[in-house]
């Protein structure tokens, strides 16, 4: 989307809801793609949950929780894509909160699992869920966001088959990637269904993906037990949280 229309959109929404600040965290940019949800700095909100999954949750205290919620919330407020943050719980476990890939939840193809997605990736407009192979009719310069002036993440050559993974009908963009990853959004005008069919949607109100990301937990007890787990954090309204109907990945 580019930066007069992303405005515009962010204009829209901000008299809806009523305030301003949701319009300062839509025209925000990182990595040269758009969120609804810009990235913030400073102490951010503590993240509940992430303690869920370890081999020893059920010995995991009430401080370290709190020291794991509060690592993991600074570590999304900040700018930098990729970081680490010690935390003590003061009871003498200790461990490391890491943050890892962009992930996006929601689309219909992955079934509800997290797939891997490039940094700044848009997730500002509903989609409409979409299943099906697809193939470049000639190269195309695969995108960011559903938009011709949106950053080029790669070119996709002439040939290539990729799965669908939404649509954005008043653009004609889908949102395509391989079984494992989301490559960005290529026009529907480039593509054909690869069986020479119609394009096959999955059903459902359009919806706008998940934007998640992954974090990467470990804890050292006093004890001396240790444990090192994987959980997903997702951005909502209110900020960051484990997404209540996956918990961990």
């Given at each position: 989307?580019?930066?007069?229309?992303?405005?515009?959109?962010?204009?829209?929404?901000?008299?809806?809801?009523?305030?301003?600040?949701?319009l300062t965290a839509c025209v925000a940019e990182k990595g040269g793609g758009t969120s609804i949800f810009g990235p913030s700095g400073g102490a951010g909100k503590p993240i509940y949950g992430l303690e869920r999954g370890s081999r020893v949750e059920p010995l995991i205290s009430g401080n370290d929780r709190?020291?794991?919620?509060?690592?993991?919330?600074?570590?999304?407020?900040?700018?930098?894509?990729?970081?680490?943050?010690?935390?003590?719980?003061?009871?003498?476990?200790?461990?490391?909160?890491?943050?890892?890939?962009?992930?996006?939840?929601?689309?219909?193809?992955?079934?509800?699992?997290?797939?891997?997605?490039?940094?700044?990736?848009?997730?500002?407009?509903?989609?409409?869920?979409?299943?099906?192979?697809?193939?470049?009719?000639?190269?195309?310069?695969?995108?960011?966001?559903?938009?011709?002036?949106?950053?080029?993440?790669?070119?996709?050559?002439?040939?290539?088959?990729?799965?669908?993974?939404?649509?954005?009908?008043?653009?004609?963009?889908?949102?395509?990637?391989?079984?494992?990853?989301?490559?960005?959004?290529?026009?529907?005008?480039?593509?054909?269904?690869?069986?020479?069919?119609?394009?096959?949607?999955?059903?459902?109100?359009?919806?706008?993906?998940?934007?998640?990301?992954?974090?990467?937990?470990?804890?050292?007890?006093?004890?001396?037990?240790?444990?090192?787990?994987?959980?997903?954090?997702?951005?909502?309204?209110?900020?960051?949280?484990?997404?209540?109907?996956?918990?961990?990945?």
């Amino acid at each position: 989307m580019s930066k007069h229309n992303r405005i515009r959109l962010c204009a829209r929404l901000a008299a809806v809801a009523g305030f301003c600040a949701i319009l300062t965290a839509c025209v925000a940019e990182k990595g040269g793609g758009t969120s609804i949800f810009g990235p913030s700095g400073g102490a951010g909100k503590p993240i509940y949950g992430l303690e869920r999954g370890s081999r020893v949750e059920p010995l995991i205290s009430g401080n370290d929780r709190e020291a794991i919620a509060n690592a993991a919330g600074d570590l999304l407020a900040s700018s930098q894509p990729e970081a680490a943050r010690n935390w003590n719980g003061g009871d003498g476990d200790s461990g490391q909160v890491r943050l890892g890939g962009t992930v996006l939840l929601g689309l219909d193809a992955t079934s509800g699992a997290p797939i891997a997605a490039p940094p700044g990736i848009d997730t500002s407009l509903a989609l409409a869920p979409a299943s099906g192979n697809y193939t470049a009719i000639k190269n195309i310069n695969v995108r960011l966001g559903p938009s011709a002036t949106a950053m080029v993440n790669q070119i996709l050559n002439a040939g290539t088959t990729v799965r669908a993974y939404g649509y954005e009908k008043t653009g004609n963009w889908y949102l395509i990637g391989d079984p494992d990853s989301i490559l960005g959004y290529a026009s529907g005008d480039l593509l054909k269904p690869a069986g020479g069919g119609e394009p096959m949607l999955a059903g459902g109100a359009p919806k706008r993906p998940r934007l998640c990301r992954n974090v990467e937990l470990s804890i050292t007890m006093a004890t001396s037990r240790t444990d090192s787990w994987t959980s997903v954090v997702c951005r909502t309204d209110t900020g960051w949280e484990v997404p209540a109907e996956r918990g961990l990945s």
